[in-house]
Protein backbone atom coordinates (compact mmCIF):
# COMPACT_ATOMS: atom_id res chain seq x y z
CA UNK A 1 0.00 0.00 0.00
CA UNK A 2 0.93 3.86 -0.42
CA UNK A 3 2.92 5.06 1.91
CA UNK A 4 5.45 8.07 2.64
CA UNK A 5 8.81 6.15 3.70
CA UNK A 6 11.69 8.01 5.57
CA UNK A 7 15.43 7.06 6.06
CA UNK A 8 17.11 6.44 8.44
CA UNK A 9 14.64 5.47 10.68
CA UNK A 10 17.03 6.27 13.76
CA UNK A 11 20.18 8.56 13.43
CA UNK A 12 22.86 9.25 16.27
CA UNK A 13 25.62 11.92 15.45
CA UNK A 14 28.48 14.43 17.26
CA UNK A 15 27.78 17.65 17.16
CA UNK A 16 29.05 19.76 14.61
CA UNK A 17 28.74 16.44 11.97
CA UNK A 18 25.95 16.66 8.45
CA UNK A 19 23.23 15.12 8.63
CA UNK A 20 21.39 14.19 5.93
CA UNK A 21 17.39 12.64 6.42
CA UNK A 22 15.70 11.57 2.82
CA UNK A 23 12.08 10.97 2.53
CA UNK A 24 10.23 9.41 -0.65
CA UNK A 25 6.13 11.07 -0.89
CA UNK A 26 3.50 8.89 -2.11
CA UNK A 27 4.00 8.57 -5.89
CA UNK A 28 1.73 11.03 -7.91
CA UNK A 29 1.84 13.40 -4.64
CA UNK A 30 2.89 16.67 -5.70
CA UNK A 31 3.15 18.66 -2.17
CA UNK A 32 5.84 17.91 0.48
CA UNK A 33 6.39 19.14 4.42
CA UNK A 34 9.07 18.46 6.53
CA UNK A 35 8.33 19.06 10.60
CA UNK A 36 10.08 18.79 13.53
CA UNK A 37 8.72 17.41 16.75
CA UNK A 38 9.96 17.75 20.33
CA UNK A 39 8.82 17.93 23.47
CA UNK A 40 9.17 21.57 24.20
CA UNK A 41 7.81 22.74 21.02
CA UNK A 42 5.41 19.77 19.44
CA UNK A 43 5.02 20.11 15.39
CA UNK A 44 6.67 22.53 13.58
CA UNK A 45 6.45 23.11 10.07
CA UNK A 46 10.25 23.64 9.22
CA UNK A 47 9.62 23.76 5.35
CA UNK A 48 7.63 22.56 2.14
CA UNK A 49 7.66 21.81 -1.20
CA UNK A 50 4.25 21.82 -3.76
CA UNK A 51 5.57 20.34 -7.92
CA UNK A 52 9.49 20.58 -6.23
CA UNK A 53 9.68 24.30 -5.58
CA UNK A 54 9.80 25.23 -1.90
CA UNK A 55 7.05 27.65 -1.11
CA UNK A 56 8.31 28.40 2.90
CA UNK A 57 10.71 27.73 4.43
CA UNK A 58 10.44 30.16 7.11
CA UNK A 59 10.17 27.54 10.06
CA UNK A 60 13.50 26.69 9.62
CA UNK A 61 16.81 27.82 10.52
CA UNK A 62 18.85 29.04 7.34
CA UNK A 63 22.40 29.01 8.66
CA UNK A 64 22.31 25.34 9.24
CA UNK A 65 19.28 23.72 8.06
CA UNK A 66 18.92 23.46 4.10
CA UNK A 67 15.65 21.18 2.69
CA UNK A 68 15.02 20.44 -1.23
CA UNK A 69 13.53 18.06 -3.50
CA UNK A 70 16.32 16.80 -6.83
CA UNK A 71 13.19 15.02 -8.09
CA UNK A 72 9.63 13.92 -7.53
CA UNK A 73 10.03 11.02 -5.38
CA UNK A 74 13.12 12.43 -3.03
CA UNK A 75 13.01 15.41 -0.61
CA UNK A 76 15.50 15.71 1.85
CA UNK A 77 16.58 17.80 5.00
CA UNK A 78 20.17 18.91 5.64
CA UNK A 79 21.54 19.86 9.22
CA UNK A 80 25.18 21.13 9.22
CA UNK A 81 26.92 21.56 11.63
CA UNK A 82 24.14 19.91 13.72
CA UNK A 83 23.78 21.05 17.27
CA UNK A 84 22.56 18.85 20.49
CA UNK A 85 19.25 21.27 20.03
CA UNK A 86 18.06 19.60 16.90
CA UNK A 87 17.73 16.53 18.12
CA UNK A 88 14.41 15.51 17.80
CA UNK A 89 12.04 13.59 15.74
CA UNK A 90 11.45 14.44 11.82
CA UNK A 91 8.44 13.67 10.09
CA UNK A 92 8.23 13.70 6.61
CA UNK A 93 4.43 14.25 5.01
CA UNK A 94 2.94 14.61 1.45
CA UNK A 95 -0.36 15.10 0.06
CA UNK A 96 -1.83 15.40 -3.64
CA UNK A 97 -2.88 17.72 -5.84
CA UNK A 98 -5.97 19.61 -4.22
CA UNK A 99 -8.86 19.88 -6.22
CA UNK A 100 -11.56 22.11 -6.72
CA UNK A 101 -13.00 22.75 -3.06
CA UNK A 102 -11.56 19.71 -1.91
CA UNK A 103 -8.97 19.21 1.02
CA UNK A 104 -5.36 17.71 0.30
CA UNK A 105 -4.90 15.07 2.98
CA UNK A 106 -1.34 15.24 4.46
CA UNK A 107 0.65 11.58 4.88
CA UNK A 108 3.20 11.74 7.65
CA UNK A 109 5.99 9.24 7.02
CA UNK A 110 7.00 7.11 9.86
CA UNK A 111 9.89 10.07 11.51
CA UNK A 112 13.71 10.06 11.68
CA UNK A 113 14.58 10.18 15.62
CA UNK A 114 17.88 12.27 15.02
CA UNK A 115 19.88 12.32 18.43
CA UNK A 116 22.81 14.77 18.69
CA UNK A 117 25.46 14.16 21.24
CA UNK B 1 1.02 33.92 12.80
CA UNK B 2 -1.50 31.25 13.95
CA UNK B 3 -1.50 30.00 17.56
CA UNK B 4 -3.36 27.23 18.81
CA UNK B 5 -3.83 25.96 22.26
CA UNK B 6 -4.98 22.62 22.95
CA UNK B 7 -6.14 20.80 26.30
CA UNK B 8 -5.99 19.08 28.30
CA UNK B 9 -2.21 17.90 28.14
CA UNK B 10 -3.18 14.38 29.69
CA UNK B 11 -6.49 12.84 29.95
CA UNK B 12 -7.14 9.70 31.58
CA UNK B 13 -10.64 8.19 30.75
CA UNK B 14 -11.99 3.91 31.90
CA UNK B 15 -12.61 1.56 29.28
CA UNK B 16 -16.18 3.12 27.48
CA UNK B 17 -16.32 6.12 29.09
CA UNK B 18 -16.31 9.37 26.84
CA UNK B 19 -13.35 11.76 25.99
CA UNK B 20 -13.44 15.18 24.98
CA UNK B 21 -10.32 17.38 23.49
CA UNK B 22 -10.57 21.67 22.72
CA UNK B 23 -8.44 23.56 21.14
CA UNK B 24 -8.50 27.24 20.77
CA UNK B 25 -6.99 29.07 17.67
CA UNK B 26 -6.44 32.69 17.23
CA UNK B 27 -6.11 33.72 13.36
CA UNK B 28 -9.54 33.70 11.64
CA UNK B 29 -8.45 33.43 8.42
CA UNK B 30 -7.68 29.44 9.36
CA UNK B 31 -10.74 27.68 7.64
CA UNK B 32 -10.03 23.55 8.38
CA UNK B 33 -9.32 22.01 11.06
CA UNK B 34 -7.67 18.46 10.82
CA UNK B 35 -7.77 15.92 13.72
CA UNK B 36 -4.52 14.04 13.92
CA UNK B 37 -3.52 10.66 16.31
CA UNK B 38 -0.33 9.79 16.83
CA UNK B 39 0.74 5.91 18.20
CA UNK B 40 4.15 5.40 20.03
CA UNK B 41 6.95 5.52 17.03
CA UNK B 42 4.93 6.33 14.28
CA UNK B 43 3.64 9.25 12.53
CA UNK B 44 0.54 11.23 12.74
CA UNK B 45 -2.84 9.95 11.09
CA UNK B 46 -5.46 12.01 10.01
CA UNK B 47 -8.97 10.35 12.16
CA UNK B 48 -11.28 13.63 11.32
CA UNK B 49 -11.43 17.12 9.73
CA UNK B 50 -14.17 19.98 9.54
CA UNK B 51 -14.26 22.90 7.14
CA UNK B 52 -15.03 26.35 8.68
CA UNK B 53 -18.58 25.98 6.97
CA UNK B 54 -19.61 23.06 8.88
CA UNK B 55 -20.48 22.86 12.76
CA UNK B 56 -20.49 19.54 13.30
CA UNK B 57 -19.09 16.31 12.02
CA UNK B 58 -19.44 12.40 13.08
CA UNK B 59 -17.49 9.03 11.71
CA UNK B 60 -19.31 5.93 14.30
CA UNK B 61 -17.62 7.13 17.39
CA UNK B 62 -15.79 10.05 16.75
CA UNK B 63 -17.11 13.42 16.11
CA UNK B 64 -15.74 17.09 15.57
CA UNK B 65 -17.58 20.36 16.93
CA UNK B 66 -16.56 24.26 15.63
CA UNK B 67 -17.35 26.82 16.61
CA UNK B 68 -15.97 29.84 14.78
CA UNK B 69 -16.99 32.81 16.39
CA UNK B 70 -15.71 31.60 19.24
CA UNK B 71 -12.47 30.06 17.71
CA UNK B 72 -13.12 26.81 19.38
CA UNK B 73 -13.07 22.94 18.34
CA UNK B 74 -13.35 20.01 20.05
CA UNK B 75 -13.03 16.28 19.54
CA UNK B 76 -15.33 13.82 20.87
CA UNK B 77 -14.59 10.29 21.44
CA UNK B 78 -17.65 7.90 22.07
CA UNK B 79 -17.07 4.47 23.77
CA UNK B 80 -13.46 4.71 24.41
CA UNK B 81 -11.38 1.22 23.86
CA UNK B 82 -7.91 0.55 24.74
CA UNK B 83 -6.71 0.87 21.11
CA UNK B 84 -8.10 4.83 21.29
CA UNK B 85 -4.55 5.10 23.18
CA UNK B 86 -2.68 7.89 21.61
CA UNK B 87 -1.79 11.15 21.41
CA UNK B 88 -4.14 13.37 19.56
CA UNK B 89 -3.07 16.76 17.59
CA UNK B 90 -5.52 19.34 16.69
CA UNK B 91 -4.63 22.05 14.42
CA UNK B 92 -6.14 25.27 12.52
CA UNK B 93 -5.30 25.38 8.65
CA UNK B 94 -4.72 28.29 6.86
CA UNK B 95 -4.80 28.15 2.52
CA UNK B 96 -1.38 29.05 1.14
CA UNK B 97 0.04 27.97 -1.95
CA UNK B 98 -2.09 25.11 -3.17
CA UNK B 99 -2.17 24.11 0.32
CA UNK B 100 -3.91 24.02 3.87
CA UNK B 101 -1.10 25.09 5.94
CA UNK B 102 -1.79 23.58 9.41
CA UNK B 103 -0.22 25.40 13.04
CA UNK B 104 -0.56 22.45 15.46
CA UNK B 105 -1.73 22.32 19.59
CA UNK B 106 0.86 20.59 21.87
CA UNK B 107 -1.06 16.82 21.75
CA UNK B 108 -3.20 15.41 24.04
CA UNK B 109 -2.29 12.20 25.54
CA UNK B 110 -5.16 10.01 25.94
CA UNK B 111 -4.67 7.07 28.35
CA UNK B 112 -7.79 4.37 28.11
CA UNK B 113 -8.08 2.39 30.92
CA UNK B 114 -9.43 -1.69 30.56
Known amino acids: DARVTQTPRHKVTEMGQEVTMRCQPI?????VFWYRQTMMQGLELLAY????????DSGMPKDRFSAEMPDATLATLKIQPSEPRDSAVYFC???????????????FGPGTRLTVL | GENVEQHPSTLSVQEGDSAVIKCTYS??????FPWYKQELGKGPQLIID?????GEKKDQRIAVTLNKTAKHFSLHITETQPEDSAVYFC?????????????FGRGTSLIVHP
Open chain 1, 49 to 56: FRNRAPLD
Open chain 2, 91 to 103: AASIFSGGSYIPT
Open chain 2, 50 to 54: IRSNV
Open chain 1, 27 to 31: LGHNT
Open chain 2, 27 to 32: DSASNY
Open chain 1, 93 to 107: ASGAELLAGGINEQF
